[in-house]
């Protein structure tokens, strides 16, 4: 039996990722479950970006860095027997809200069914914007030390530039956090060529998309908020007619 | 201009990601590109997975290791004035073909507008079934050595583990490669303690899903193949109702 099907508790929370941005990026099951909700909770700016599909049903919207809160409300109207999609921008597994949902319920004990719903995550969309950079192993990296440790942050940055993988920074930078990017750039010189390609995605698939290919070397000069994804290519990336493609290695095995 | 939608060219690739499996998973621009090419081409099974949206279309279906073939087809296809669209398992661009259009591209200086539409990867959708346990900083790393040296494979693994990364392992093991995985739970056993949390999830998605939360001492005990997925925890993770999850921090933070 499968565990993600036995639970007969009425009440459930869905924790659905609605994609990057364009609403035509989200997966039929991800409109299906919020269409099928009694209760849609999330961010302001996600359920904006998905208004045309949770009219006429219980709507709880909330402000950003309410995270906490958002995830305890949609447990405890679970637990009160109802339906509810918790929806997060991009993938609910990736920096998002799906493992706080699971260590609620661990902290409180609390009985509720909980099954998460994949999405396109940023990384997912800001590569394909770019071309092909992620082709090969890769790292995501936070560059959010509100609750992790610096320390710790850099030493995941020193192994992955060093072991050569491809690496993606999620929260690069906002407006409090503006020397982190430079710390991180610093580290990556250390065992990366200045002209190492690196692409920037701002608002990925939103009307506010910018897309921007630049080098390790000028990443301080690329235009970077907190809708930027920055991707830093291996030492085998290369920029080609404004795309960024890290190989697989086909070329070495095959002549194409 | 965005060079994405400033070409004029008449011929196109579109290299679509369907998903990791179920239909319910492909994004509506996956669908609405598949449904709007004239051509399209895929690995058999792939194909069969979309079946419902490419009758009436010209489809060129392809045994798999035949990647290279697959791509050229689709482009020469685009060269001549077709819109094709390239499937793809899972997300183009993670391990898949997006990387291979564009270097046959550059490689013959083929003028050909290329796109990629991104789509739920094997990670995103393990992860999702798994519970919650790519929440923070994580590596992923093919096991394939047909392409890329053993030393580097090696040299990555111990990086990632070294600096406590979440780790997703890519083509863990086919019927001809069965000690690469060995090896790597040999490396990560170096690091990280014999009770790790590990997730296996084969045919995420498919009829045939299967899902295990192991130990990482116990690794070679799970039921791995061609189409599973292995994820190993970091330090952090732990195993609650059968779900394996990584904290993001919060607890450190707040008091839940």
């Known amino acids: 039996m499968d565990k993600h099907d036995s639970c007969h508790k009425k009440g459930k929370v869905f924790v659905v990722g609605i994609g990057p ?3 035509e990026h989200m997966t039929t099951l991800a409109v299906e479950t919020i269409r099928g909700s009694e209760c ?12 045309e599909y949770i009219s006429g049903r219980e709507v709880i919207s909330s402000e950003m860095m309410k995270e906490v809160e958002r995830c305890r409300q949609a447990i405890e109207l679970a637990v009160g027997g109802r339906r509810v999609a918790l929806v997060c921008g991009g993938d609910p597994g990736i920096y998002a809200m799906a493992g706080l949902v699971f260590e609620l319920a661990k902290k409180h004990n609390l009985s509720v069914s909980i099954e998460v719903i994949p999405g396109v995550a940023a990384l997912n969309a800001c590569a394909a914007r770019l071309g092909a950079p992620l082709m090969h192993d890769f790292a995501a990296i936070s560059l959010s030390d509100l609750l992790t440790p610096w320390e710790l942050i850099e030493r995941r940055l020193r192994a992955a530039s060093e072991a050569d993988f491809v690496i993606v920074l999620y929260n ?17 010189l250390e065992f990366r060529s200045a002209s190492t390609p690196v692409g920037v995605v701002t608002g990925a698939t939103r009307q506010n998309e910018r897309i921007e290919v630049n080098s390790l070397e000028n990443l301080a000069d690329c235009a970077i908020d907190m809708q930027s994804t920055v991707i830093v290519g291996n030492s085998q990336s290369f920029v080609w007619d404004g795309f960024m493609i890290t190989p697989r290695g086909y070329c070495n095995k095959y002549s194409l």
């Open 172 to 188: 690069p930078r906002s407006k409090r956090r503006t020397e982190q990017l430079l710390k991180a750039r610093d580290i990556l």
């Open 21 to 23: 941005g364009g609403a």
């Open 40 to 51: 849609i909770v999330g961010y302001r700016t996600y359920l904006e970006q998905i208004s």
